[in-house]
């Protein structure tokens, strides 16, 4: 292999490439379908007015992020239950690829066939990040799990930038400048979303079910058994149920920025080529992040690291509270947008290493359904907050609400041991007597 191969180093570099192309895939429909085009194409062509179309747009949002919170720990218990994340993997991509291709059918008036359509594909979207998520301790120890972790998340921002040239290109070859003109790219994210399933399909294996595990139990019995086990042994992971409080706290700031950075571009007066730009900014900020990390995160520590990344996105809000305070002009956005780009690339990969250090290789459909459940459930509750406050008060005390969200999560970040989280899952756990 060639000595850049960044998986060269790794025991399993097909598995653990199969694993990062499904990030790579799934931006298709994070990226463009859920960050840049479906809800302006909702407002724009669907709906009989834009207010009708951003209000209908929130619905879908926020319908599937609520299903997603509530079958996230169980399908989590299921799956490990029956050894099944890479069936179940491949099956959601699958069926969500095909699904956001069909956006492509939805007309004016149409909202009954967006709804019909958008809220599966977000659900299986959703779930399958959970269970992409589970792999992790599969694929790596706690020595690498940061490495591993950010090279996931730097081939997530690999395939955004890329989607967003395959975009600006389209744009410019065929003149697609309106909504209207926007279906070819629906059918497009379907097909790059399907591709980068395949790899999976090809080498992604669960690891071999227990001894004496009993395949005849039902399914569902299985789940519930298995999610009253983890609530028994809750003290034995300790760690992680802080972490995923924390988690919580500062998620309520990532999720807000994930459904409004664009509404905070459009309105200092970005135009849609700015956006595009912008966005893209981002993702280079983000995955070149994650391309450090992927060297130091390991040596720093999944702790240290995250309490940076949370500085990183205080003074990034701040600025731009900063900013609207000021009626600054929006040229001065564009240094704080790469900062949200960095908080992006670097909150990502060591929350995800953290869970997946804290995480017994048994248990890890189930603890990542937790985590999933957690972080779809901030950003039912974030965005909330951030909107209600910047109706009543302003923009400026919404993002000051906003950066109390990463100042709480870092002081909080203190009551995490790293050590003693990683040791309750190398330690094996106490016999019980009858």
Request: a positive charge.
């Amino acid at each position: 292999m060639p000595k850049f191969n960044p998986f060269a180093k790794l025991d399993n570099p097909k598995a653990v490439w199969a694993w990062a192309m499904y990030d790579l895939a799934n931006q298709s429909f994070q990226l463009v379908i859920n960050t840049l085009l479906f809800g302006v194409y909702l407002q724009k062509v669907v709906a009989r007015s834009e207010d009708d179309g951003r209000r209908f747009w929130s619905y879908l949002v926020s319908g599937s992020l609520i299903v997603v919170v509530v079958l996230s720990p169980v399908i989590g218990a299921m799956v490990d239950a029956k050894s099944c994340k890479a069936r179940l993997l491949v099956l959601s991509g699958l069926a969500a690829s095909i699904l956001t291709a069909c956006l492509a059918l939805v007309g004016k008036d149409q909202l009954w066939l967006a709804a019909a359509l958008y809220i599966p594909a977000a659900i299986l979207v959703g779930l399958g990040e959970n269970v992409l998520a589970a792999f992790l301790p599969d694929l790596a120890s706690p020595r690498n799990m940061g490495f591993v972790s950010a090279l996931g998340w730097t081939m997530s921002y690999v395939g955004a930038i890329v989607l967003q040239l395959a975009v600006l290109l389209g744009v410019a070859v065929f003149d697609w400048k309106t909504p209207e003109q926007w279906r070819p790219l629906f059918v497009f994210s379907g097909v790059w979303f399907a591709l980068g399933v395949i790899p999976s399909m090809l080498f992604l294996r669960d690891r071999p079910r227990g001894v004496g595990a009993d395949t005849r139990e039902w399914i569902i019995a299985a789940a519930f058994r298995r999610l009253g086990q983890t609530i028994r042994e809750a003290v034995r992971y300790r760690q992680l149920k802080t972490f995923l409080l924390v988690f919580f706290v500062y998620s309520l700031g990532t999720q807000t920025a994930v459904y409004f950075a664009g509404s905070i571009a459009t309105d200092f007066g970005f135009s849609t080529q700015e956006l595009f730009l912008m966005t893209l900014l981002l993702s280079l900020s983000a995955g070149a992040t994650s391309v450090v990390l992927a060297k130091y995160q390991d040596r720093w520590g999944s702790v240290p690291t995250l309490r940076g990344v949370l500085a990183v996105w205080f003074v990034t809000i701040g600025s731009i509270a900063a900013l609207y305070y000021w009626h600054a002009p929006k040229a001065a956005l564009w240094i704080p947008a790469a900062g949200i780009g960095i908080g992006f690339g670097g909150i990502g990969t060591a929350s995800r290493a953290l869970v997946g250090c804290f995480t017994p290789p048994e248990k890890s459909a189930e603890f990542f359904g937790l985590w999933g459940m957690i972080y779809k459930g901030a950003g039912v509750a974030g965005p909330f907050i951030f909107a209600w406050v910047w109706s009543k008060v302003g923009a400026t005390a919404a993002l000051a609400i906003m950066c109390s969200f990463f100042v709480l999560g870092a002081l909080l970040l203190y009551l995490v041991k790293e050590r003693e989280g990683i040791a309750a899952v190398t330690v094996p756990a106490p016999t019980q007597s009858a």
